[in-house]
């Protein structure tokens, strides 16, 4: 089962405007990862979000955690045609030294230049 | 720095016969992974290998084998395909100082 959900699953937006995606997850994490996956290629790895942080920044990106309500958002802001992509929300929930990712189902995020 | 290699790109198989997937990391990496993506889907864990000569079934192990054959390899097998396992495999390798795992560019099989 995957931990992630994540809401809207497609979204379309002008080149210009803002992108925000959703990750709802159901059990305690240490940390919360985004990644991108470019049509037919492998996921690559944008920003990582630790359980005792709220907020926090890279470039044009903007990630957001609330552990009370189990949930994420990313939010891409002034998009380029090259965001156009699949995100995906992955969860580390610990407890062990394997490192298991729990990834959602992904929202696939379409910039109209 | 290659990062994460995996091969082939792309695979054939008529239900029955196996295959292996080969994968190799040159960044020193302990952790590797195993997924399958399916269209429209996330990525699930199929096996993953925290440290060398340690293997542990993911979320859908079966049907597959693994082995890690030094730090570097960890390889899948498909002893006999089956057509439910047709999608692109992904291997990935984790790097603790950045607390991320780095991704393969996939291996797409289809089982017919």
């Known amino acids: 089962s995957q931990q992630g959900e994540e809401d809207p699953q497609a979204l379309s937006i002008q080149e210009g405007e803002n992108a925000t995606m959703n990750c709802s997850y159901k059990t305690s994490i240490n940390n919360l990862q985004w990644y991108r996956q470019n049509s037919g290629r492998g996921l690559v790895h944008l920003i990582l979000i630790r359980s005792n942080e709220r907020e926090k920044h890279s470039g044009r990106l903007r990630v957001t955690l609330d552990t009370s309500k189990k949930s994420s958002s990313l939010l891409i802001t002034a998009s380029r045609a090259a965001d156009t992509a699949s995100y995906f929300c992955a969860t580390d929930a610990g407890g062990d030294s394997s490192y298991k990712l729990i990834f959602g189902s992904g929202t696939r995020l379409l910039v109209r230049p | 720095n290659a990062g994460v290699t995996q091969t082939p790109k792309f695979q054939v198989l008529k239900t029955g016969q196996s295959m292996t997937l080969q994968c190799a990391q040159d960044?020193?990496?302990?952790?590797m992974y195993w997924y399958r993506q399916d269209p429209g889907m996330g990525l699930r864990l199929i096996y993953y290998?925290?440290?060398?000569?340690?293997?542990d079934k993911g979320e859908v192990p079966n049907g597959y084998n693994v082995s890690r054959l030094n730090k570097r390899e960890f390889s899948l097998r498909l002893e006999s395909a089956a057509p439910s396992q047709t999608s692109v495999y992904f291997c990935?390798?984790?790097?603790?100082?950045?607390?991320?795992?780095?991704f393969g560019a996939g291996t797409r099989l289809s089982v017919l």
């Open positions: 990935a390798s984790y790097g603790l100082a950045k607390n991320i795992q780095y």
């Open positions: 960044m020193n990496h302990n952790s």
């Open positions: 290998s925290a440290s060398e000569g340690t293997t």
